[in-house]
């Protein structure tokens, strides 16, 4: 298996655009996270779906993020309107069990 | 939520065994412990999971006291490339809920030649 793929590795966007990041988990797990890394704040983690059903969304920072997870092997975390705050590392990963499996993650940069 | 205390940062040198512990002073019955360990620009690996006693894999074993009230991850005879932060996480994300897990700041572990 190719483990979790994100897409794009790396964004740099300006102050108040959109941006979209993808997400495709391992075959056959059926739990679904985000995460997002900062120096400041560690890895906190953001949503997680089962199932395609999100579980718990207490992490997401406001309104302006949203996550989906239209089937069970693609999702999407966005940021509408960005700001520069936002800019972090964002990781996806996902798991059957306990286990979690990381994706390499997605370094984005809102100027 | 089981709150964990483990050192901000070691250090050791090439071949030598390293030992991180983790303090989980109020550990719940269902809670697993579980380390991860993360490479600079890459997204966290699981290393070990553990309920009691010890458990040994080809990376790493972990020591669990019969109160739980702590464990210790051992890495043998590390090597350069184990230079990484380590994080203790403890819960039981399947049945209590995977936001009660909680990466915390890590061991930063920093081996040298």
């Known amino acids: 298996d190719a483990g979790v793929i994100q897409s794009p590795r790396h964004e740099v966007t300006e102050m108040g655009q959109e941006v979209t990041l993808r997400c495709k988990p391992i075959?056959?797990?059926?739990?679904l996270f985000w995460y997002r890394q900062t120096m400041m704040r560690g890895l906190e983690l953001l949503i997680y779906f089962n199932n395609n059903v999100p579980i718990d969304d207490s992490g997401m920072p406001e309104d302006r993020f949203s996550a989906k997870m239209p089937n069970a092997s693609f999702s999407t975390l966005k940021i509408q309107p960005s700001e520069p705050r936002d800019s972090a590392v964002y990781f996806c990963a996902s798991s059957s069990l306990e286990t979690q499996y990381f994706g390499p993650g997605t370094r984005l940069l809102v100027l | 939520l089981a709150k964990t205390t483990q050192p901000i940062s070691m250090d050791s040198y090439e071949g030598q065994e390293v030992n991180i512990t983790c303090s989980h002073n109020n550990i719940a019955t269902n809670d697993y412990i579980t380390w991860y360990q993360q490479f600079p620009s890459q997204g966290p690996r699981f290393i070990i999971q553990?309920?009691?006693t010890k458990v040994t894999n080809e990376v790493a074993s972990l020591f669990i006291p019969a109160d739980r009230k702590s464990s210790t991850l051992s890495l043998p005879r590390v090597s350069l490339s184990d230079t990484a932060v380590y994080y203790c996480l403890v819960g039981d994300g399947f049945s209590g809920g995977y936001n009660k897990l909680i990466f915390g700041a890590g061991t930063r572990l920093a081996v040298h030649p």
């Open positions: 553990g309920y009691k």
């Open positions: 075959s056959g797990h059926d739990y």
